[in-house]
């Protein structure tokens, strides 16, 4: 089972920020938080990762908070082609074959 | 630096046929990992290559196996094939963990679409 709890849905209006939640209260101390997403039949595309500092990239920022129970990932300007399927998982630092396990995700839909 | 490649991108078998799928790592990767998805089970660990040994298996039938060559290209394939294996079959490479990369973060290929008639 997934290790952590995301909304189903989430729309957002183009040009806002987009704020996606992930509970992962089970988070180990070596455990990271990953993000991807995977637009319509893609395959899923690697957004950020962060163990416990807030991190930031040209695509998101990652917010995870101090007991590392949850985090959000902020999309700071959403586009249309932002609308996609968000997931949220959490994997030790070294997977040595540990599998990602992916839950259902968050659907965004990011609306005109 | 090209990304995770999957051939082919779109395969269409029959119940009872065996099928192979093809995926190349980005250069450098040692780890790749095969994954199902489907609409009812969503993203499913298949499988994961190391150094051209399996080091982890997820919950499928024997039907299902896998290969890594010495160059850290796969393959998977399906024997018997069921209406049930239609899925997207996605690949992930990933470098080992050093000083220089921080964690096994996993780059996925763009799929390949098997449909079952």
């Known amino acids: 089972d997934a290790k952590t709890t995301q909304p189903p849905s989430m729309d957002c209006a183009e040009g806002r920020a987009a704020n996606l939640p992930c509970n992962h209260s089970?988070?180990?101390?070596?455990?990271?938080v990953y993000w991807y997403r995977q637009i319509h039949s893609q395959g899923p595309q690697y957004i950020i990762h962060?163990?416990?500092n807030n991190e930031t990239n040209e695509m998101a920022s990652l917010i995870i908070t101090e007991d590392r129970k949850s985090s959000t990932l902020i999309l700071p300007h959403a586009t249309l082609r932002d609308t996609a399927v968000y997931y949220c998982i959490v994997s030790p630092r070294d997977n040595y074959g540990q599998n990602f396990v992916f839950g259902p995700g968050t659907r965004l839909s990011v609306l005109p | 630096k090209a990304g995770v490649t999957q051939t082919p991108r779109y395969l269409i078998k029959t119940r009872g046929q065996q099928v192979t799928l093809s995926c190349s790592p980005i250069?450098?990767?040692?780890?790749v990992s095969w994954y199902q998805q489907t609409p009812g089970q969503g993203l499913q660990f298949l499988f994961e290559?190391?150094?051209?040994?399996?080091?982890n298996k997820g919950n499928f039938p024997g039907r299902f196996s896998g290969r890594q060559f010495s160059n850290s290209r796969s393959e998977m394939n399906v024997s018997t094939l069921e209406l049930g294996d239609s899925a997207l079959y996605l690949c992930?490479?990933?470098?080992?963990?050093?000083?220089?990369?921080?964690?096994?973060?996993?780059?996925f290929g763009p799929g390949t679409r098997l449909t079952v008639l």
């Open positions: 290559y190391f150094s051209e040994t399996q080091r």
């Open positions: 992930a490479s990933s470098f080992p963990v050093s000083r220089g990369v921080l964690t096994d973060t996993q780059y």
């Open positions: 962060g163990l416990k």
């Open positions: 250069s450098g990767h040692r780890s």
């Open positions: 089970t988070i180990s101390g070596n455990e990271y």
